[in-house]
C-alpha cells in the first residue's frame, strides 16, 4: 500500500495484501483488544488493551498501554475502522479511528490511533441517546466501513430489548450519527453480524438473539420460544432493502458470517452457535440466496452439565485471506478446527487443536458419549497456566501463518459457562498455521495472561491489527 501513488488505506486486493506479508516478511506486532470488567464483581471501565506481540521485542506478550472508557458497564465487544480497503482508491481516506460499539450500554466510542499507535485516545463518545432517537435502535455489534467513507454498526434490538434487525449510519469524518441505513417498511426480528458484497448487490445479515433475554445468560427455556434465531437476512445493497431470509434452522443462533474475500465470490459461510453447524450461503441461478449445512460439529452426551448434550458451540470463523482455508472455534468442546474449502460445498479438516473447554479430563463434566473422541482431552497447560474457558475470538495474521485466540464470548455467558474466567481472567494465545498441508499447533512461547491486570482480572474479547485483517477488510 506505500508504493502504490496516491491510494487510500489497505490493498488493492485480498491477494495483493498477502503477497506484500509473505514476500516481504513484515508481520503483526501490536494488536488491539477490548477487555471487559461488566459481571466480573469489579466496578471498573472496559478498556482497549494495547498487546506486543513482537517476538524481538523486550515487551513481548505484554499488554504495553490501556485505554479506560469513561464509563462502567458497557460491554465492548467488536470493533471495526473508519476506513479500510474499501476506501483504497481515495487517498484522502486513512485507518486512523477504531470505532467501538457497547453491546450493552449502547455508546460508541471513537478511538484515535492515527496520533500514536501504541497508545490510542478517545476521540468522540457517541451517547445511547442518540443512537435511540436517531434510528430507534440499541445493542450495536458489528462495524464496518463503507467505500463511500461513511460507517455501518449493526444492531441486535430495539432500544428496549426487543429483537429488531438494522444499521446506524455514521459520518466516516464527524463521526455523526445520520440515521439507519435500511430503508422500507420491512425489518427482521433479529440482528447480529453482517457481510456485504457490492458487485453482488447484496448485505447478508444474522441473528444472535432477543437482547432482553441474552443479557443475563443462558436460559435453555428460551429454546422453542423465538428468542434466538433461526435466519439469514438478505437486503439488496443499492435500494438498502431488506428482500429476503434463509432459514438455517429453530434456535440456530447464526452469528460471524464471511464471505470470500474475493470480491466477484457470491458465496461464503456462516457459524451457528447453539447448532454448531457451519452453513454455506450461495447465489442461485435465479438470482436469490441459499445455504446448505456443509459441516455438522456433533453434541457429546454428558454429565455434570446443564444439558444432557452439549453442542461444540461454534462462536467466531473466519476466511484465510487467500480463500484456501476456513477457521473456527468451539467455545464448549474447547477446540480449533482449520478446513480446506477448495472445494466450497466439502470442506476437509486439516487442522485441530484443543485449547481449554468444558470437557477437559478431571472436570465437573463426564462424557458419556462421543462421536468423534476416543478420550476427553487433557486440560491445556501453557507457561504452567491451566487455561480458563475455551477458545473464542480468532484473528488471523495476513500471511495467513498466525492464529491469535482469545476466550472470552460474553460477560454474562463466561459468567455462566466459566465462573473460572471471571476469578481467573481470560487469556490469548497463538496458533503456527501450517499453510500448505493444513496444521495447526500451540505456540508454547505465547501467552497473555488477562489475569494480571492492574485493576483485576478482566474479560478479553476480538482482536484488531492496526494494518487491518481477515474479518475487518472488505473489498470492492
Known amino acids: 500500500a506505500e508504493n502504490c501513488g496516491a491510494c487510500g488505506p489497505g490493498f488493492a486486493s485480498p491477494l495483493d495484501a498477502m503477497k506484500v ?82 453491546l450493552i450500554s449502547s455508546r460508541i466510542y471513537v478511538v484515535d490511533v492515527g496520533t500514536d499507535l501504541r497508545a490510542p485516545r478517545l476521540h468522540k463518545v457517541i451517547n445511547p441517546e442518540d443512537v435511540f432517537w436517531k434510528c430507534d435502535l440499541g445493542y450495536p455489534h458489528t462495524s464496518h466501513c463503507l467505500g463511500s467513507g461513511e460507517i455501518m454498526i449493526s444492531t441486535l434490538g430495539d432500544p428496549a430489548g426487543h429483537g429488531k434487525g438494522g444499521f446506524i449510519l455514521l459520518d466516516g469524518e464527524t463521526f455523526e450519527i445520520k440515521g439507519n441505513w435500511e430503508r422500507g417498511d420491512k425489518t427482521p426480528p433479529m440482528g447480529y453480524d453482517f457481510w456485504y458484497q457490492p458487485r453482488h448487490n447484496v448485505l447478508i445479515s444474522t441473528e444472535w438473539g432477543v437482547p432482553r433475554c441474552l443479557g443475563y445468560g443462558f436460559d435453555p427455556n428460551d429454546l422453542k420460544k423465538e428468542r434466538y434465531g433461526r435466519r439469514l437476512n438478505v437486503w439488496d445493497w443499492s435500494t438498502h432493502n431488506y428482500i429476503q431470509a434463509i432459514d438455517v434452522g429453530e434456535d440456530a443462533a447464526p452469528l460471524e458470517i464471511r464471505f470470500l474475500h474475493n470480491p466477484n465470490a457470491a458465496e461464503g459461510y456462516v ?21 446448505e449445512k456443509v459441516i455438522q460439529v456433533p453434541s457429546k452426551k454428558v454429565e455434570g452439565w446443564i444439558l444432557p448434550e452439549m453442542p461444540g458451540f461454534i462462536t467466531d470463523i473466519l476466511i484465510s485471506l487467500d480463500d484456501k482455508f476456513l477457521y473456527f472455534s468451539n467455545w464448549l468442546h474447547g477446540d480449533i478446527r482449520q ?22 479430563r478431571g472436570g465437573p463434566v463426564s462424557v458419556c458419549e462421543d462421536q468423534e473422541l476416543q478420550s476427553q482431552p487433557e486440560p491445556f497447560i501453557i507457561k504452567g497456566k ?3 474457558g475455551g477458545p473464542q475470538m480468532i484473528q488471523l495474521s495476513l500471511d495467513g501463518k498466525r492464529l491469535y485466540v482469545t476466550t472470552s464470548l460474553y460477560s454474562a455467558w463466561d459468567k455462566q459457562f466459566y465462573p473460572e474466567l471471571i476469578r481467573e481472567g481470560s487469556v490469548m494465545l497463538q496458533l503456527d498455521v501450517d499453510t500448505e498441508r493444513g496444521g495447526l499447533a500451540v505456540n508454547k512461547s505465547f501467552l497473555v495472561d488477562f489475569g494480571q491486570e492492574p485493576e483485576g482480572p478482566c474479560l478479553a474479547h476480538e482482536i484488531r491489527y492496526p494494518g487491518g485483517d481477515c474479518t475487518s477488510d472488505i473489498w470492492l
Open 271 to 291: 457459524g451457528c452457535t447453539l447448532s454448531s453447524a457451519i452453513h454455506r450461503f450461495y447465489k442461485t441461478q435465479r438470482g436469490d440466496w441459499a445455504a
Open 386 to 388: 491451566k487455561v480458563p
Open 339 to 360: 478446513y480446506d474449502i477448495s472445494n466450497t460445498r466439502q470442506p476437509r479438516l486439516v487442522g485441530q487443536v484443543f485449547v481449554g473447554g468444558s470437557i477437559s
Open 21 to 102: 506479508y509473505v514476500l516481504t516478511g513484515p508481520r503483526e506486532e501490536i494488536v488491539y483488544v477490548p477487555c471487559i470488567y461488566r459481571n466480573t464483581e469489579r466496578k471498573k471501565p472496559d478498556f482497549l488493551a494495547t498487546v506486543d506481540v513482537n517476538p524481538e521485542s523486550l515487551n513481548y506478550c505484554q499488554v504495553i498501554h490501556r485505554l479506560p472508557m469513561p464509563n462502567v458497564g458497557d460491554e465492548l465487544h467488536h470493533s471495526g475502522w473508519n476506513a479500510c480497503s474499501s476506501c483504497f482508491g481515495d487517498s484522502t481516506k486513512a485507518r486512523n479511528r477504531l470505532i467501538l460499539p457497547s
